[in-house]
């Protein structure tokens, strides 16, 4: 065994150790061969399948305000390893769902109708659901709440505002229990919205404005997948996804490309760069555009994170081959190929030469990144802990929050209320991406140090690393009422690292407000 390697057996002592495991500091890679129980044949050589994107979602309608759309999720078979089938769920058929593009000032509604299988394929649990629409400040009974599910044979219509600047949001289940088994069997898509900043600045738009949905997966040897979470320490995949292809490889034209890359894994944290070690440069973070691009050799990126990164390939010669390439964090397990994400082949076709900049400003005056430390009215400390087998945030767990009929919170603040929060990891073992709900806020710190540069932008889940402490300044608002605050390593969310907070008095109850009704006996009506 070589000082950054553990063998398998290694991995599961660790994973095995259990609550013991925390108090290790475990300050290397974990890394193994592989575990896909699939013939190696199956798996497709990194760079050799071609780059997808999911479909563009179209309106079932269209009004003076609103967009109407209809998503049914239901079993499906895809081949994500070519000519092997794999059972997944689908938003309409898709795997990941096809991306919402709406425009700042439109509203929404999305209908959900849950037609999966009473039970899962595999694991036998229920799969109901619960829609997110991570990065929109909707109103708690829209939010995709754990509690709000929709059982099989059930539909809902979520509402959205949309009037939140342009950013990266990604829609993905949210159900009590199940949230890490039905995102990684294929429901979590993007969400883009536009506004007249972002399209005005000359940046990559169309063709050159891409989605990145990274997740990673192993494969049974009849090519379903896989499900172990290790105890819920976390699940890691030795086959790493791009929109759902492995390793794929894109054609690209010899200018700027802007990439919408959202790390959709359960579990697994990166460090992105590219294979050339050339810069990039950051434009936007969670809450969209940051006030000026940052240039970096590589960014982490944790778990429901998005970041846009705009690379030029003008400099490189048709022919060139650029990948992008994963150095992997602590306490992520890598395989042989996790270490490789996607490849982009630069080729000499003709290309619009329209919005191919990146300006030194692009949202200095997104109010978030105004706010100041000065303005806030208080400091909470959140800690995020194991406890025996069960994840806690801020010494609480959503067990509690059920037991209290969904009253208990981890916080009260005051509806436009600034306050820092401080949340502590003193753990050497893990790992947390701290996701709130409803708002976006700013990175102060980082055990006291300046945040990393790909921080500097709106954000609403923020990696607190092994042993760190990170301060962050939130505006709570515009809405009132109960709202989740969990980890974004899905079977810590799951069990149960998630809590909540209330933001004023009288908000609506996100269970009882908008419940799902029943497809047999209250069919929907045309949207
Ligand atoms: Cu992306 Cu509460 O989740
Ligand atoms: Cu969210
Ligand atoms: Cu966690």
Redesign the pocket.
Known sequence: MTDDALSRRDVLKVSVLGAAALALPIERTVRAKSISQIAESRIPRPYTVPFAQPPVLAPVRQDATTDYYEITQAATVAQILPGVDTPLFAYNGTVPGPTIKVDQGRRTVVRQINALPAQHPVLGYTPWTST????SASRPEYDGYAGDISHPGQWKDYHYPNWQNARTLWYHDHGVHHTSENVYMGLAAQYHLHDALETSLGIPQGEFDVPLILGDAKFGADGSLLFDDNLHAGRYGDVILVNGRPWPIMRVKRRKYRFRILNGCTSRGFMLKLSNSHPVQIIGTDGGLMPAPQTVTQWRHGM?ERYEVVIDFARYTPGTRVELRNLGVKNSVDYDNTNKVMAFQVVADAFDPANNTVPAQLYPDNPVMTLTAAQSSRTRRLRVKKDGEIWEIGDQTWQEIVDSGYRKTFAKPDLDAVEIWEIENSSGGWFHPV?L?LVDFKILSRNGRAPRPEELGPK?TVYVGEGETVKVLVHFGPESGRY?IHCHNLPHEDHDMMSQFEVGDDGPDPILTAPPRSLATNPPPPL
Do not use: P, Q
């Not at 997110?132 to 990065?135: I, P, Q, T, V």
């Open positions: 997110h629409l991570h990065g429901a996701h709900h609403d989740m």
